[in-house]
């Protein structure tokens, strides 16, 4: 099974993809987070990529369709994957259908004060990459990771005005992979406003369903 998670920034598509792959026993693959391992270990990659998504914008085509290339080219993703972040440019969804075909693209939707609310809350463990958020999935101790209690940090592309630019570049540029990937009729639209802290079970049987009934 081969997915797509489309989606604004901060409407929770990483943090469903994380619930879908445990189901599915497939593999996520995140393009965000791949570029933040290689800024991390400081890698030629990585020494590219930090200005630019420090600022919101985004990395350019080239260098992360050759990132993606090889990461969906191991072993590893036989079974089937989601990707969270990638493709995020018609460039690079024309660039993926020329060595993957998909079998859909789910569309995550939430309102614009619920998304706002989603990117400024959230928490991000520094050592293991775990997501939280203050308010509607908050750590058992506060500032501190679950998995591997590494210390929870608020991602730098996550302060406010980084965040009005990062919801700029995904209208202008991202957006339109919605209407291209209904025109493939391989686009799915959910809309999930409620909060996973409260209603998980139910939103995770909306999104299974809408995976198999496809
Ligand atoms: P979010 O999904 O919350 O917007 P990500 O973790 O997916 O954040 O991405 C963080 C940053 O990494 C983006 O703002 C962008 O700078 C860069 N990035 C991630 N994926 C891509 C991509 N497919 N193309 C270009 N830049 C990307
Ligand atoms: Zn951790």
Same mark, same amino acid.
């Given at each position: 099974?081969?997915?797509?998670?489309?989606?604004?920034?901060?409407?929770?598509? %990483?943090?469903?993809?994380?619930?879908?792959?445990?189901?599915? =026993?497939?593999?996520?693959?995140?393009? %965000?987070?791949?570029? +933040?391992?290689?800024? #991390?270990?400081?890698?030629?990659? %990585?020494?590219?990529?930090?200005?630019?998504?420090?600022?919101?914008?985004? &990395?350019?085509?080239?260098?992360?369709?050759?990132?993606?290339?090889? +990461?969906?080219?191991?072993?590893?993703?036989? #079974?089937?994957?989601?990707?969270? =972040?990638?493709?995020?440019?018609?460039?690079?969804?024309?660039?993926?259908?020329?060595? &993957? @075909?998909?079998?859909?693209?789910?569309?995550?939707?939430?309102?614009?004060?619920?998304?706002?609310?989603?990117?400024?809350?959230?928490?991000?463990?520094?050592?293991?990459?775990?997501?939280?958020?203050?308010?509607?999935?908050?750590?058992? &101790?506060? /500032?501190?990771?679950? #998995?591997?209690? /590494?210390?929870?940090?608020? +991602?730098?592309?996550?302060?406010?005005?980084?965040? @009005?630019?990062?919801?700029?570049? *995904?209208?202008?540029?991202?957006?339109?992979?919605?209407? *291209?990937?209904?025109?493939? %009729?391989?686009?799915?639209?959910?809309?999930?406003?409620?909060?996973?802290?409260? *209603?998980?079970?139910?939103?995770?049987?909306?999104?299974?369903?809408?995976?198999?009934?496809?």
């Amino acid at each position: 099974m081969k997915i797509i998670a489309l989606g604004s920034p901060g409407v929770g598509k %990483g943090t469903y993809a994380k619930l879908i792959v445990e189901k599915y =026993g497939i593999i996520t693959i995140s393009s %965000g987070d791949l570029f +933040r391992e290689n800024i #991390k270990n400081e890698t030629e990659l %990585g020494k590219k990529a930090k200005e630019l998504i420090d600022a919101g914008h985004l &990395v350019p085509d080239e260098i992360t369709i050759e990132m993606m290339k090889e +990461r969906l080219s191991r072993e590893d993703t036989q #079974k089937g994957f989601v990707l969270d =972040g990638f493709p995020r440019t018609i460039p690079q969804a024309e660039a993926l259908a020329e060595f &993957v @075909e998909v079998d859909m693209a789910i569309n995550f939707k939430a309102d614009k004060e619920i998304i706002m609310q989603r990117l400024t809350g959230r928490r991000t463990c520094k050592k293991c990459a775990a997501t939280f958020h203050m308010v509607n999935l908050p750590p058992q &101790v506060e /500032g501190v990771c679950d #998995k591997c209690e /590494g210390e929870l940090i608020q +991602r730098s592309d996550e302060l406010p005005e980084v965040i @009005e630019e990062r919801l700029k570049v *995904y209208e202008e540029q991202t957006a339109p992979l919605i209407d *291209y990937y209904k025109e493939k %009729g391989l686009l799915r639209e959910l809309t999930i406003n409620e909060d996973m802290g409260k *209603y998980k079970d139910q939103i995770m049987e909306k999104v299974f369903t809408a995976i198999d009934n496809n």
